[in-house]
């Protein structure tokens, strides 16, 4: 069974840094396709990062281009999320999610999901 713990979430100040971190288990984490969603209060969960298998391909929110960064690191079966000049309307919980196929922008282009971790960033 595939289990997902996120970690690194916390409250910043407008422009600050965090980073996310997703450690998976229970199957070879190399096999994944992985992503970042994430929802705010009142809102439906959306789509912020996703890199594929091989690593090679990555997708971003147009919300978040050129701030964030999601990157994977095999050898330690975690996905990360680096997210740089952070602003009030990223205050979200942070959900990472696991595919074993393409992957992809939708929530259910994903079958397995963690907890979620809170970033909250002050204005």
């Known amino acids: 069974q595939v289990q997902l713990v996120e970690s690194g979430g916390g409250l910043v100040q407008a422009g600050g840094s965090l980073r996310l971190s997703c450690v998976v288990s229970g199957r070879t984490f190399s096999s994944y396709a992985v992503g970042w969603f994430r929802q705010a209060p009142g809102k439906e969960r959306e789509f912020v990062a996703a890199?594929?298998?091989?690593?090679?391909?990555?997708s971003y929110a147009d919300s978040v281009k050129g701030r964030f960064t999601i990157s994977r690191d095999n050898a330690k079966n975690t996905v990360y999320l680096q997210m740089n000049s952070l602003e009030h309307e990223d205050t979200a919980v942070y959900y990472c999610?696991?595919?074993?196929?393409?992957?992809?922008?939708?929530?259910?282009?994903?079958?397995?999901w963690g907890q979620g971790t809170q970033v909250t960033v002050s204005s």
């Open positions: 890199r594929s298998r091989s690593g090679i391909s990555t």
């Open positions: 999610a696991v595919s074993p196929t393409l992957g992809g922008l939708r929530t259910d282009d994903y079958a397995n």
